[in-house]
């Protein structure tokens, strides 16, 4: 079966610094992976993925993600944080060979900027 | 949120009440998925259909009924068998052009409570 962890339920950083949330992954085969960003009392909206090719996937309102496969990581980064980027963050992973259908997703790390 | 109408946004429920939580795409995506997100356990998906007239059930589909009647369409029916309802709904569909360009989109979701 496949999972994901994101060992952290709250990351604090301060404006103007850089941010990273953690995901890791566990699924056989390769993997298809994904951030989601949710706002309060919203549905979650698409941040970026990573299916095949370059390891730095780059996506929306500047965030980017590393794909590390020794590590099964899919850490999600941004240079410079805004006190807008505060909100909940879902990592999550599709085995496309496997049985299952649907994403499954982390519990979620609520990203808190600090003006 | 991506052409996905979820309706009503809040929505209480008496005890024995069933409710029905409507769905709508206009996105002509053939997959649709419902989740249900509580607070610190991620999304877990209840009911997933990949075509009209076909469903399957997720990972806790106990409690909710589904149909699939138009392509459109994914109600989902919260029986009165669900003994702890009070959640998050989000309902998602599935774009997928080729083998490596897909993602799901989500509606705006619909907070069920229990009166």
């Known amino acids: 079966a496949q999972s994901v962890a994101q060992p952290e339920d709250q990351v604090n950083v301060a404006e103007g610094n850089p941010l990273t949330v953690k995901c890791t992954y566990s699924?056989?085969?390769?993997?298809?992976l994904f951030w989601y960003v949710q706002y309060p009392n919203r549905g979650l909206q698409f941040l970026l993925k990573?299916?095949?090719?370059?390891?730095l996937v780059k996506g929306s309102y500047g965030f980017e993600a590393e794909f590390n496969k020794s590590q099964t990581s899919f850490h999600l980064k941004k240079p410079s944080a805004l006190v807008s980027d505060s909100a909940l963050y879902f990592c999550a992973v599709l085995n496309p060979g496997g049985g299952a259908d649907g994403l499954t997703f982390g519990k979620g790390t609520h990203l808190i900027i600090q003006p | 949120d991506g052409g996905i109408t979820q309706s009503p946004k809040y929505l209480f429920r008496k005890e024995g009440q069933n409710v029905t939580l409507s769905c709508e795409q206009n996105l002509n995506h053939d997959a649709m998925y419902w989740y249900r997100q509580d607070p610190g356990q991620g999304l877990r998906l209840i009911y997933y259909s990949q075509i009209v007239n076909d469903f399957q059930k997720g990972d806790i589909a106990e409690g909710y009924s589904v149909s699939r009647e138009k392509k459109e369409s994914f109600p989902l029916t919260v029986t009165s068998a669900q003994k702890n309802p009070t959640a998050f709904y989000l309902c998602a569909s599935r774009y997928r052009d080729t083998a490596t360009n897909e993602k799901l989109f989500f509606g705006s979701g619909t907070q069920l409570s229990v009166l």
């Open positions: 699924v056989s085969g390769n993997p298809y």
């Open positions: 990573y299916i095949t090719g370059d390891n």
